[in-house]
């Protein structure tokens, strides 16, 4: 965080269905505009890409089901991504596939 200074939970985008913040995990700003033009990191656990208890949970509080709330998620995400490729660099840290901190750092320096 400190090498690049990077902002966490960085709130650029709202949700246009339901006016809530989509914040990215992280932010690092560079170009133009620093505000906007940057790399747009997002750390995904599994909840990200399956059914998971979590979806469980909030279908239960929501009224809705399982599916629908991964369904829900996969837009946001999917908002998420658009909005960063637009503007900056899009990189998915999916913690399906890098287990450590290291292995994360390594992956972002080599795609910005």
Request: aromatic content about 10%.
């Amino acid at each position: 965080m400190e090498n690049y200074n990077a902002k966490t939970e960085y709130k650029i985008l709202k949700n246009p269905n339901t006016g809530r913040w989509l914040p990215y995990d992280i932010y690092i700003s560079q170009g133009e505009n620093p505000i906007i033009n940057g790399i747009y990191i997002e750390i995904n656990g599994i909840q990200h890409y399956s059914i998971q208890n979590w979806h469980k949970m909030k279908a239960k509080r929501n009224g809705t089901t399982s599916k629908q709330e991964l369904i829900f998620q996969k837009e946001k995400d999917r908002l998420k991504k658009k909005f960063a490729n637009i503007n900056g660099t899009y990189i998915e840290i999916d913690l399906r596939k890098i287990k450590t901190i290291k292995e994360a750092i390594s992956f972002i320096e080599k795609i910005s």
